[in-house]
C-alpha cells in the first residue's frame, strides 16, 4: 500500500516568509510525528499527534512554529517568518497505535532551505 | 531519560567483510529499540527492532542485532557487505513517556570498498 507522502519535496524562501509542510500519513495510523533532521542538530522530535488528544508540541522550536492535523489523517506543519537556522529536512512519521512496540514509517521528507 | 549513543560515526569496511556499527542506550526502562538505514537523498528505512522479545533481531537485508542488557548495547551486524550497504545507519530508542516519540542517535556513516 502507499506509505507516508510529504509534500513539498523541497522548498526554497526567503527569510521572513511563511511555509507550510504537508504530510500524509498511511491510511489507518492513528499516530503522526514530525521530526527535523539538520546538520548540527541531527534527528530531532518537533511534534505528536495521536486521534483525537491534544498534541504533544514539547519538541518545537519556538513558537514561529505550529502544526495541525485535520480529521485524524493530513498534517501540516507551519513555520512563520522563516530564518535560517530553520534550514533542514523536515521528516514526517506515521505509526498504528502510537504504542512502544510500534514502528514508525518515514516520508521522504520536505527539504526546507531559507536564503 | 533515553538516549543512544553511536560510537562511530564513519565506519569504512571492503566489500564482502563483516559490519559492525556499535550503539549503547540509556533507558530506565525496558527500551524499544531500532535500527534505521538512510541512503543518500532517501527516507528511514527500518532495517529490525527489539522489543523485549527474542534478543538476537534478525532484520532485512541480512543485518542483525543483539540486544544485550548487562553491556547496554544493540549493535548491528551483517556477515558480509555489499556496495549496496553504503548508507547513513541510525540506532533509536523509543521514548515510553507517553508518545513514543522516537530518540536518534547521531548516525554511523558506512562505506563499503571494491
Known amino acids: 500500500g502507499a506509505g507516508v507522502s510529504q509534500s513539498p519535496s523541497n522548498k526554497v524562501t526567503e527569510k521572513g516568509k511563511d511555509v507550510e509542510l504537508r504530510c500524509d500519513p498511511i491510511?489507518?495510523?492513528?499516530?503522526l510525528y514530525w521530526y527535523r533532521q539538520s546538520l548540527g542538530q541531527g534527528l530531532e522530535f518537533l511534534i505528536y499527534?495521536?486521534?483525537?488528544?491534544?498534541?504533544?508540541k514539547s519538541g518545537l522550536p519556538s513558537d514561529r512554529f505550529s502544526a495541525e492535523r485535520t480529521g485524524g489523517s493530513v498534517s501540516t506543519l507551519t513555520i512563520q517568518r522563516t530564518q535560517q537556522e530553520d534550514s533542514a529536512v523536515y521528516l514526517c512519521?506515521?505509526?498504528?497505535?502510537?504504542?512502544?512496540?510500534?514502528?514508525?514509517?518515514f516520508g521522504p521528507g520536505t527539504r526546507l532551505t531559507v536564503l | 531519560a533515553q538516549s543512544v549513543t553511536q560510537l562511530d560515526s564513519h565506519v569504512s569496511v571492503s566489500e564482502g567483510t563483516p559490519v559492525l556499527l556499535r550503539c549503547n542506550y540509556s533507558?530506565?526502562?525496558?527500551?524499544?529499540l531500532f535500527w534505521y538505514v538512510q541512503h543518500p537523498n532517501k527516507g528511514l528505512q527500518l532495517l529490525l527492532k527489539?522489543?523485549?522479545?527474542?534478543?538476537l533481531v534478525k532484520g532485512i537485508n541480512g543485518f542483525e542485532a543483539e540486544f544485550k542488557k548487562s553491556e547496554t548495547s544493540f549493535h548491528l551486524t551483517k556477515p558480509s557487505a555489499h556496495m549496496s550497504d553504503a548508507a547513513e545507519y541510525f540506532c533509536?530508542?523509543?521514548?515510553?513517556?507517553?508518545?513514543?516519540?522516537?530518540?536518534f542517535g547521531t548516525g554511523t556513516r558506512l562505506k563499503v570498498l571494491a
Open positions: 512519521a506515521s505509526s498504528l497505535a502510537g504504542t512502544r512496540t510500534d514502528t514508525q514509517y
Open positions: 491510511s489507518g495510523h492513528t499516530a
Open positions: 499527534f495521536q486521534g483525537n488528544s491534544a498534541p504533544d
Open positions: 533507558s530506565s526502562y525496558s527500551p524499544s
Open positions: 527489539y522489543t523485549s522479545a527474542a534478543t
Open positions: 533509536v530508542v523509543s521514548d515510553p513517556s507517553g508518545t513514543y516519540k522516537y530518540i
